[in-house]
């Protein structure tokens, strides 16, 4: 697995790895020739088994963002420029791989550890990942702040079309959610679920 400054990639990296699902990194290389292209480029491309392949672009954000007890649950913004650019990757593939949004949170209030179906403990942080496709989110849309120019999804929608990234992945060679790994919280990386032995709330 490649370092990486960002951390919210490292982490989602690191998953799809415990998955034992294939992907290619974009990086920086290969994001330089996709960009000749004048299309801002994806993080990862994602092989599925049981679904289409994904185009992925992650959006880090903590949970809750701000304060970490009454911050604000489900920040999903993103920018302008993301879903046009992963709808042109999407016609760019052709058929057989879809454009996704991959919100990768960083939850950093325990208490809030039942809001989630799974966790994924990574490097002594506790992450949660949930897939937007990318024409849902457009549609669903509205300007954020105009001036950043950057969009966002009303929580009441954005509840209704995430998707946890397990349900979406749909890997045959994947463990199911209950088998999955589960390591002491001092370990580098190890995966928690609702029926699985660790506490997640």
Known sequence: MAIRANHYDSAFEAYLRMLRTPYVAVDE??????????????????????????????KGRRFPSGDAEGGHRWENWATAEDLPALQQWQQVFGPGFRAVLVFA???????????????????????????????????????RSASWQTVSVPTRVFRELKHPL???????????????????????????????????G
């Open 29 to 58: 290389a290969k994001r330089a020739l996709l960009e000749r292209a004048s299309l801002k480029s994806m993080d990862f491309i994602v092989y599925s088994a049981g679904g289409p392949n994904l185009l992925v672009d992650v």
């Open 105 to 143: 949170y960083h939850v950093v209030s325990e208490r809030l550890h039942g809001e989630f179906e799974q966790l994924f403990r990574f490097r002594n942080s506790v992450y949660a990942f949930y897939g937007v496709w990318a024409d849902d989110y457009q549609r669903a849309m509205q300007v």
């Open 166 to 200: 397990a349900n979406i992945l749909q890997a045959a060679s994947a463990p199911s959610q209950s088998a999955l790994p589960c390591g002491p919280p001092g370990s580098s990386h190890s995966v928690s679920a609702v029926s699985c032995s660790l506490p997640v």
